[in-house]
């Protein structure tokens, strides 16, 4: 079985500080790695994947994510948070042969002035 | 940009009804997901359909449930008599093949009296 720990359930950063949101994940295989958004009342939305290939991934809006084999994670980073980034961030998990993804607990991004 | 919609976005309703949740993937989608997120709790996988069947279902996805495609557009989660418990927000998604992205709908907001 799968799972995904998200550590901290919320995350305060001020504006134009370092972002770090951390995921770690349990799978018998490699699995593919996503990280989403969810903007208050609105859906969830992709920032970015880990299928193959190169382990640092590029999403959207400045964030990326590198995944780390040995230590099972994929933690999510942008350099300098907007406040446009306060929102809160979903890790998950998918078996390449299955459909279901996995997500973790959440985190509750707040940047502050 | 193609999106996925979901329709009603609130829907009230009292135990032991039957409701109907609809979706409309984006249009050359294959796969078609339903997720919840329980207020507070993680978000959920509930069931996958391909090619006008259930490829995966979770063991949320009881005899209450059941998923259709009634026609070349929509998607539809219908549950028979509605539970406390069911009060969630539940989330369609579509993806053009198994290991492509999932994109998911605004989610429809059910809250069960």
């Known amino acids: 079985a799968q799972s995904v720990t998200q550590l901290g359930s919320h995350v305060s950063v001020s504006e134009g500080a370092l972002v770090l949101l951390r995921c770690n994940y349990s799978?018998?295989?490699?699995?593919?790695l996503f990280w989403y958004v969810q903007y208050p009342n609105q859906g969830l939305q992709l920032l970015l994947k880990?299928?193959?290939?190169?382990?640092l991934v590029k999403g959207i809006n400045g964030f990326e994510a590198e995944f780390k084999k040995s230590e099972t994670s994929f933690h999510l980073t942008k350099p300098s948070a907007h406040m446009i980034d306060a929102a809160e961030y979903f890790c998950?998990?998918?078996?390449?042969?299955?459909?279901?993804?996995?997500f973790g607990e959440g985190t509750q991004l707040t940047v502050n002035p | 940009e193609p999106e996925v919609t979901q329709t009603p976005s609130h829907q009230v309703t009292q135990m032991g009804q039957e409701v109907i949740l609809r979706c409309v993937p984006i249009?050359?989608?294959?796969?078609f997901y339903w997720y919840r997120q329980i207020l507070g709790q993680k978000v959920e996988f509930l069931v996958s359909?391909?090619?006008?069947?259930?490829?995966?279902k979770s063991e949320i996805f009881d005899d209450q449930f059941s998923v259709e495609r009634p026609d070349g557009s929509n998607f539809t989660l219908k549950i028979r008599s509605t539970k406390l418990e069911d009060s969630a927000m539940y989330f369609c998604?579509?993806?053009?093949?198994?290991?492509?992205?999932?994109?998911f709908g605004p989610g429809t907001r059910l809250l069960v009296l």
């Open positions: 998604a579509s993806s053009e093949s198994l290991g492509e992205t999932q994109y």
């Open positions: 799978s018998s295989v490699p699995p593919y």
């Open positions: 880990y299928t193959t290939g190169a382990t």
């Open positions: 998950a998990v998918k078996k390449t042969s299955g459909s279901r993804l996995t």
């Open positions: 249009s050359n989608h294959l796969y």
């Open positions: 359909f391909y090619n006008n069947e259930i490829s995966e």
